[in-house]
């Protein structure tokens, strides 16, 4: 008998001695084979997209001789870092910069103080119409600004607000504002009534109610719209250089295309100030992206 119990523990104990057991060892050579096929793709994706900023900083950092030499070099010969100290000094790069903070952070400053209460009172009440104006925001994303860039110069010129910060404002906020709206209605419409209900039980008002639950609830929704717009506005080239005429008074986009004109081009200077460009948005991504996944539980802890 004893003779049997043991059998049949030593059995239990093997790999095989029961049925069903399931084998947790090490994938096979087909798992292994997929994974570094998987890594591969992904690997290769991601050189594809880096691969332009890569030229441009290598093409950046070549002195104008290497540029025109033949045959050229992948990589600079002799590294030239004062390409990004002369298209700072040479050129009004700092003005142009200035004037795209100003634009794209006023810009995404305004959409998201008309958005959030559009994007709340259409998630939180039943109204007359709401489904219209729901489609009508969705609608007014279909439109190009180049569609309307001959309109909305005749209305600039009618209001006088021709080459001027306040008209590249405006309109930026215009043409980002329906995705704020959207976005917002979106998370304000995912997040349970009772949180809110349970801050009124506790002595809150509507407006506490809203900074203290819902917003820290839809900072992911928060955070998307601020990085679309900001993007967004800072990307804008065709409405300001339609509206816009002093070099001074123009955005980093319009002030770009500068170093290459019909007689000479100078790439060096172009792609350095193209990365110049970048580095304000990355710097933005950077810091405020950590809130992507700290609000998604903020707020729904008293």
Known sequence: MSTQIKSRQAGRGKP???????????????????VAILAGVGYLVAFIFIAPYLEMALTALKPDRELTASPTTF???????????????????????????????????????????????????????????????LVTQMFAPTALVIGIYREMVALNLTDTLLALIL???????????????GYFSSIPKELEEAAYLDGAGKVTAL???TLPLS???????????????????????????????QPLTVAIPGFVTSYQAHWQYL??????????????FVCIERYLVGGLTAGGVK
Request: positive net charge; aromatic residues 12%.
């Open 171 to 185: 309109v930026n906020a215009a043409f980002n504002l329906p995705f704020c709206v959207w976005i917002l209605h």
């Open 211 to 213: 900074t203290r639950v």
């Open 16 to 34: 095989g001695g029961r049925p069903g057991s399931v084998n947790r060892g090490k994938p096979g050579s087909a798992g292994r084979a997929r």
């Open 271 to 284: 792609f350095a100030t193209s990365l110049i460009a970048i580095v304000p948005v990355v710097i933005l």
């Open 75 to 137: 990589l600079p010969k002799h590294w030239d870092f004062t390409n990004f100290v002369d298209v700072w000094k040479a050129a009004p790069i700092w003005q142009n910069m200035q004037v795209s903070l100003i634009v794209a952070g006023v810009a995404t400053l305004i959409a998201l103080l008309v958005a959030l209460p559009a994007a709340y009172y259409t998630a939180r009440n039943r109204f007359r119409g709401r489904g219209a104006f729901l489609l009508l925001v």
């Open 219 to 249: 900072l992911p929704g928060l955070v998307t719209a601020v990085i679309y717009t900001f993007i967004g506005a800072w990307n804008e080239y065709v409405v300001a250089l339609t509206i816009t005429s002093s070099p001074n008074r």
